[in-house]
């Protein structure tokens, strides 16, 4: 059993930056590749960026690449994701999550066991 709760978010103007955290409780949780989703109000959650277990690989879908880095502290059972350069379209409740198969790049939210609350993140124009 793994449970997230991610934190970080708020209200930023364009071109500054934010650091989403998602702290994870449980023994397994280094057992799990993560992904970040986002979803914005009126859209389906989209695939974000994803990170594997040992930290070691990461994704970034092409609209965030550059501007978002994925981190994780497997001691600390913590994911990061740095985001600079923010854009008005950022704006989403942001959502980590935990994938048991291991896989790094995964838009499919059913693959997910575990989510996290959510936290919003809103850039302003």
């Known amino acids: 059993q793994v449970q997230l709760v991610e934190s970080g978010g708020g209200l930023v103007q364009a071109g500054g930056s934010l650091r989403l955290s998602c702290a994870a409780s449980?023994?397994?949780?280094?057992?799990?590749?993560m992904g970040w989703f986002r979803q914005a109000p009126g859209k389906e959650r989209e695939f974000v960026a994803g990170?594997?277990?040992?930290?070691?690989?990461?994704y970034y879908v092409d609209s965030v690449k550059g501007r978002f880095t994925n981190s994780r502290d497997n001691a600390k059972n913590t994911v990061a994701l740095q985001m600079n350069s923010l854009k008005p379209e950022d704006t989403a409740v942001y959502y980590c999550?935990?994938?048991?198969?291991?896989?790094?790049?995964?838009?499919?939210?059913?693959?997910?066991?575990?989510w996290g609350q959510g936290t919003q993140v809103t850039v302003s124009s």
């Open positions: 990170i594997s277990w040992s930290g070691g690989v990461t």
């Open positions: 449980g023994r397994t949780f280094s057992r799990y590749a």
């Open positions: 999550a935990a994938d048991p198969g291991g896989r790094v790049y995964n838009a499919d939210v059913d693959d997910y066991d575990y």
